[in-house]
């Protein structure tokens, strides 16, 4: 209990540093904010029109009424208007989050579906050709970036295969096949280094579980040793792999960057990367905020979780 | 460091070190290596097929593929090394600092350091790159504030696993100030984990740069960057696919061979990691070879439920093979309870283990001998010639096996009656009802006051005591012919410890003849309440058998005259265990090292009554009369 309170309060924490460091992120640039905001097209703004700004967002007031000003703001749901559409920026965010976290979803439930019975496999047979094999493969995989894999894949898969398309987004509601299909190819891209992470930890898992007393136990009931392996063995192993995958959940969260890009997934991410792009800062600003939180409550989840699993984490 | 260790290092890290090399050195001679400019356009011949004067072809702007990517590992390189070593600069001054001092020190370092982690880092590194705009000086800065963390976390952790050793308190005594002791004493003996965080480092800062440059919000064009040239050859990829694989395979290859030499700087670091492996393959390949079996003497006895006949068992480490037994011969009897005493390490368990085929696995191997088996059907069967599937209808069935640690013994994730049920379905067709039934009345049995309860609950939801009764239940599932009991009672207090037994005499006792015991432990207060007759183990040899009558009154070999002086008398037994203890003969010196050869008695380094003579052959395990065995050769002075 009390390690769930302590562990809450540090989350708590961290989203108040985030919260401020990007109210200061503004503020420490050189230059007048009210510039650099209304910069975006890369002409210089009217002096006028900054003054209007200036106004407008209270950058005249001392530096922590507006900060006061940022907090209620947020509180409020308030992410600033976008430059762009002139549009709010909390509602595209919320809009394209739902696709962000489905692909990444996806991508772990593939990267299990290919990593825990590969890494499993490899285990049992330690130090033997397919262990060896799978291990190279492995650490090749580790070495690829996401953003290749995925033009590689869509240079054989679109280009050369034209078996799918090469990037694109349908809603669900629209037509759920559609929606699979394109969702397909930059989940798996996601999932070929994820696999390989997802790999490494269930063969480490499971040849820390192959030498458990319970398995001999197993074995000597005279138990298949498929049996053993499945019940006894990948069953345990299972925990450590879900947490520390989890704990990757929070990373893809800056992977899907790339592969959104690669693959015209509208997520968050590629709302981020045209928002970088036209220098669009309430938009960046506002993103990188939600995806930060998210980042951050994500971990929490995983430590309660991993807390819950795992008893003696609870009572430590 | 001696020069056996650089020989075996660098021959570890060869080909990952020299490709590294080959890449840097690419980066360093580019203007020499590189037959055009990098950045000419020629556009007549945009996306030209490869000839002799642009051995890769041409890019969408006509510019020389093979000069782009021989320029572009200079761009990564510089861009991924100069950012690594300022973010290794800043955290390792943090790190240090932080573990050295803590307090507030380590708040203001680490804790301010963290703040990084709160954001994923691609979406930090785009934040920055918003503020500042791209360019390679923003991308340095960026990568460098990403990586501060991880320097700053593996300093801290290292500082505070070396901060109290010996060299670091001896230049404490010495007067050094704090900065001495921290770049003197401290950071070279943290230098391993460095430098594996360093090539890690410098991979990722590749992997991000060439993503950033891929989006175009890295390296700015014209300039030539891995990242971008693949997002220019993007577009044209129908036409010109390998304008895109070129620079993909540039840095897939640059990238992986940084992971090998990390992953292999990691190896030589921490030894434990895999780093012995050769040997162990070249023992166990020495081992499969020793293999030779002999024909058993005669028949079995029909008394006789477990025949063992120079049973050889080899255990395969790195260094060396253990001879964990050595040709140990024994029967059991019908209904009779065996005791196997010895030492840790005397090779008691591993004669149950090689038995029931359950060796850890590669490196256990019975190399030689027989074991054969009584079964219910009336049959006798060689074990060491089954296969596993055979072996697995044993298993439970005819010999069962109960370990020293319940707790461990029982798979933690699953129910006890899950566990049960499991052990009677692997032999008996019954329905998941039926088993449940018997599983009920098994742990009524061993006398579980709540049986119904017990089925239901986790193993660490029960007392030490009622998971022991919980795994002889589950060992007693198909009524077994011979029950091997490891140390059953090792891991239990007294009391308990005193049950357990009860209820395995009273098991025995119920069906007179029907169950044999082979009871392995190192306890002889034990064996005097358990055992029929006993063996007494040394060295992976039968020292000495006899019945438990006899071998407490007489012993014939000076171990077991060692082992029961050291048995606290019962006059003793209202002392305080730590004080009768100190009171107690203990043998003097320590169990011989199995894996080194050896001549002569086992015994003799230790043995007051060793002779010149010990020390010359093996002596015999013989027969000294009343059915009793010695492998001593003065065992009639004794
Ligand atoms: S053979 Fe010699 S050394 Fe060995 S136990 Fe007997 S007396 Fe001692």
Request: one cysteine or more.
């Amino acid at each position: 209990m009390n390690y769930l309170i302590r562990r809450c309060l540090i989350s708590l924490g961290l989203i108040y540093v985030v919260t401020t460091l990007l109210f200061l992120a503004l503020h420490i640039v050189p230059g007048d904010p009210a510039e650099l905001l209304l910069s975006g097209g890369g002409v210089a703004p009217a002096p006028e029109t900054v003054a209007e700004l200036r106004d407008r967002l209270g950058l005249n007031d001392p530096l922590w009424k507006q900060y006061i000003d940022h907090l209620v703001r947020l509180a409020h749901g308030d992410l600033g208007t976008s430059f762009q559409d002139d549009h709010p920026v909390v509602e595209e965010v919320v809009r394209r989050l739902p696709r962000t976290l489905e692909l990444i979803l996806a991508a772990a439930v593939l990267a299990l579906a290919i990593g825990l019975p590969l890494g499993a496999l490899a285990a049992v047979r330690r130090g033997r050709a397919t262990d060896r094999i799978l291990s190279g493969f492995a650490s090749f995989n580790l070495s690829v970036p996401v953003f290749v894999t995925g033009t590689i894949l869509v240079l054989v898969f679109a280009q050369k295969l034209r078996w799918v398309p090469a990037g694109g987004y349908t809603p669900l509601a629209t037509d759920p096949l559609q929606h699979l299909v394109f969702l397909l190819m930059p989940a798996f891209a996601i999932s070929v280094g994820l696999a390989a992470v997802v790999f490494r930890m269930a063969r480490a898992a499971v040849l820390d579980t192959l030498e458990r007393d319970w398995v001999r136990t197993a074995r000597a009931k005279g138990l298949s040793p498929r049996r053993v392996v499945v019940r006894h063995v990948v069953r345990n192993a299972l925990t450590p792999v879900v947490t520390v995958l989890g704990l990757h959940m929070g990373s893809l969260l800056g992977g899907t960057v790339l592969v959104e890009y690669v693959f015209n997934w509208p997520g968050v991410s590629s709302l981020l990367v045209r928002a970088v792009e036209q220098r669009d800062y309430p938009e960046v600003l506002g993103v990188v905020l939600v995806v930060s939180f998210l980042f951050i409550l994500l971990n929490l989840v995983v430590d309660l979780l991993y807390a819950l699993l795992d008893p003696r984490v609870r009572h430590a | 460091m001696t020069s056996a260790f650089d020989l075996a290092f660098l021959r570890r890290i060869g080909w990952p070190l020299a490709a590294v090399c080959l890449i840097l050195l690419v980066a360093v001679l580019a203007p020499l290596l590189a037959p055009h400019d990098p950045i000419r356009m020629d556009v007549v011949n945009r996306l030209g097929t490869p000839n002799w004067l642009h051995p890769l072809g041409q890019d969408e702007y006509g510019r020389d593929i093979l000069s782009r990517l021989v320029y572009g590992a200079r761009v990564s390189l510089s861009v991924a090394l100069l950012s690594a070593t300022i973010a290794a600069c800043i955290g390792i001054v943090a790190g240090l600092i932080g573990g050295y001092f803590g307090g507030v020190s380590e708040l203001l370092t680490l804790r301010v350091v963290d703040i990084v982690l709160c954001f994923p880092p691609m979406l930090l590194a785009l934040l920055v790159v918003t503020m500042l705009g791209p360019g390679m000086e923003t991308l340095t800065l960026v990568l460098s504030i990403l990586f501060i963390p991880g320097f700053a976390r593996v300093t801290y952790g290292e500082v505070l696993s070396t901060k109290n050793q010996e060299y670091v308190e001896a230049t404490r005594a010495l007067g050094a100030g704090s900065a001495r002791i921290l770049f003197g004493a401290i950071l070279p003996n943290i230098v391993g984990p460095i430098l594996v965080q360093f090539s890690l480092t410098v991979a990722s800062a590749i992997v991000l740069e060439s993503g950033l440059s891929f989006l175009g919000l890295g390296v700015v064009p014209p300039a030539p960057s891995w990242g971008l040239m693949i997002r220019g050859a993007r577009g044209y990829m129908e036409q010109a696919p390998m304008g895109l694989l070129w620079p993909c395979l540039a840095l897939v290859l640059t990238i992986w061979s940084i992971n090998q030499l990390c992953d292999s700087f990691r190896d030589a670091v921490d030894p434990r990691s895999g780093g012995s492996t050769r040997g162990f393959w070249t023992n166990l390949r020495a081992v499969l070879g020793m293999s030779s079996r002999a024909a058993p003497s005669g028949a079995v006895a029909p008394e006789v439920v477990l025949a063992v006949e120079g049973l050889k068992t080899r255990i395969v480490t790195p260094t060396g093979v253990v001879r964990a037994v050595d040709d140990v011969s024994f029967q059991v009897r019908r209904g009779e309870t065996v005791a196997v005493v010895g030492e840790s390490g005397s090779g008691k368990s591993m004669t149950g283990l090689s038995i029931m085929g359950l060796l850890p696995q590669p490196a256990g191997r019975v190399i030689g001998g027989s074991v054969r088996l009584a079964t219910k059907d009336g049959r006798i069967v060689e074990l060491t010639d089954l296969d596993e599937p055979a072996l697995r209808k044993i298993r439970g069935e005819q010999v069962a096996m109960i370990f020293q640690e319940p707790m461990t013994s029982l798979n933690p994730v699953h129910k006890v009656g899950t566990q049960i049920v499991e052990a009677i379905q692997a032999h008996r067709a019954m329905d998941n009802a039926a088993a449940q039934a018997r599983a009920k009345a098994l742990l009524e049995h061993v006398g579980i006051p709540d049986p119904a309860r017990c089925l239901g609950e986790f193993p660490h939801q029960l007392s030490g005591g009622m998971r022991q009764r919980a795994m002889i239940a589950m060992a007693l599932s198909c009524e077994p012919k011979l029950l091997i009991a490891d140390e059953p009672t090792t891991a239990l207090d007294v009391t308990i410890q005193a049950q357990i037994l009860e209820l395995l005499r009273a098991l025995q006792r119920e069906h007179p003849g029907s169950m044999s015991v082979m009871f392995v432990t190192h306890n002889l207060g034990v064996v005097a309440e358990m055992a029929d007759r006993v063996l007494v183990m040394y060295a992976g040899q039968i020292v000495e058998e006899a019945d438990v009558a006899t071998i407490f009154a007489r012993p014939r070999h000076p171990y077991t005259r060692g082992l029961l002086d050291s048995v606290p008398k019962p006059s003793h037994a209202a002392d305080t265990d730590a004080s009768a203890r100190r009171r107690l003969a203990t043998i003097p010196g320590t169990v011989p090292n199995l894996a080194l050869d050896r001549v002569g008695c086992a015994f003799a380094p230790r043995c007051a009554m060793a002779l010149d003579a010990c020390r010359q052959g093996d002596p015999p395990l013989v027969d000294v009369g009343g059915g009793r065995r010695s492998r001593c050769l003065r065992w009639s002075e004794l």
